[in-house]
């Protein structure tokens, strides 16, 4: 795997959807406290989070992050992803628009870069050689580290790479798609083929795909019972396919459903670390237990061949 700047720590990403939404600024300090004394260092984040909360209207996620580093003066030692443009609406990717909401996620955050800037959704009305162009100026002038891509498929991130190529700019060395044990069609074999050609780490997002992947919910009154369903649903009826092996491999290991499902993510070519958030400090035990599970190459095909 080639180097990347925004990758240290131990191989996990911590997501900050929550942070500012189901865990409040206490909760989120603590999380975050808890996931920086056990190593960790990557925290993802978005200008749009938590948009889709009654009375939000984005970058709460951001705010509270910057506060947090203000707080325990780790800046340096931390990196920082944010993305911008999550609507994928016209022209949210046009380089004015890309520096525009950079300089609100930099006031948010209270610092003068971010390690990581992504586009969070492909938006084809504007053209990738200005995409391109607006992302390159940025790294250019010190304000951003490192170019991600968030959500797009092999076709859009290889011209995304070719602009970049022809015109000698600084082009995109990270992606942030769906990808966990359920739903696997967002990185399929040729984007992950262009991903490990060209040295492109792969951060996956709902690595536990909402939860499921812990196994806990078995049938729909367990949706309802933990206040889950909405966001689990669209896992349900297919994950329910995965859940024997997983509970085959768990039986076999001793480990936690979910940091099996996390382990298993980090056996996939381009996959440099899985991206999972926590609403308690104790939800991380999760997180922390994938990275010393050592899955054998048949538990691993036969999740693998339960999922497919």
């Not at 180097?3 to 959807?17: A, D």
């Not at 009826?237 to 290991?253: F, S």
Request: charged share 25%; glycine share 10%; with cysteine.
């Amino acid at each position: 795997m080639t180097k990347h700047w925004s990758i240290e720590g131990i191989p996990l990403v911590l997501g900050g959807n929550v942070f500012g939404w189901t865990a409040d600024e206490s909760a989120s300090f603590a999380i975050l406290d808890r996931f920086y004394e056990a190593g960790g260092r990557m925290i993802d984040t978005a200008q749009g989070y938590s948009s889709w909360a009654p009375g939000h209207v984005g970058g709460e996620s951001e705010a509270v992050i910057g506060k947090w580093l203000d707080a325990r003066n780790v800046r340096a030692d931390v990196r920082i992803a944010t993305k911008t443009g999550m609507e994928g609406n016209p022209g949210d990717l046009s380089a004015t628009k890309v520096r525009e909401e950079l300089e609100k996620s930099l006031d948010r955050l209270r610092t003068d870069y971010v390690d990581l800037y992504y586009a969070h959704r492909d938006e084809p009305e504007t053209p990738l050689e200005e995409v391109a162009a607006g992302f390159d100026a940025l790294v250019k002038e010190g304000l951003v580290r490192e170019i991600g891509a968030s959500n797009y498929d092999a076709a859009r991130l290889a011209q995304w790479l070719g602009a970049a190529q022809s015109g000698d700019m600084a082009t995109v060395t990270i992606l942030q798609n769906e990808y966990n044990l359920v739903e696997r069609d967002a990185y399929p074999r040729d984007l992950q083929q262009l991903c490990v050609e060209r040295g492109i780490a792969m951060l996956p997002w709902f690595g536990l795909a909402a939860g499921f992947l812990t196994g806990k919910y078995r049938t729909r009154e367990d949706l309802q019972r933990f206040n889950r369903g909405a966001s689990i649903e669209r896992f349900f009826d297919k994950g329910l396919n995965v859940l024997p092996a997983l509970d085959q491999v768990a039986a076999e290991t001793g480990a936690q459903h979910g940091a099996i499902a996390l382990a298993w993510l980090l056996r996939q070519p381009g996959i440099a670390a899985p991206i999972a958030s926590a609403r308690t400090p104790e939800q991380l035990d999760i997180q922390f237990e994938a990275i010393e599970l050592e899955l054998t190459q048949d538990q691993v095909d036969r999740l693998s061949a339960a999922g497919s």
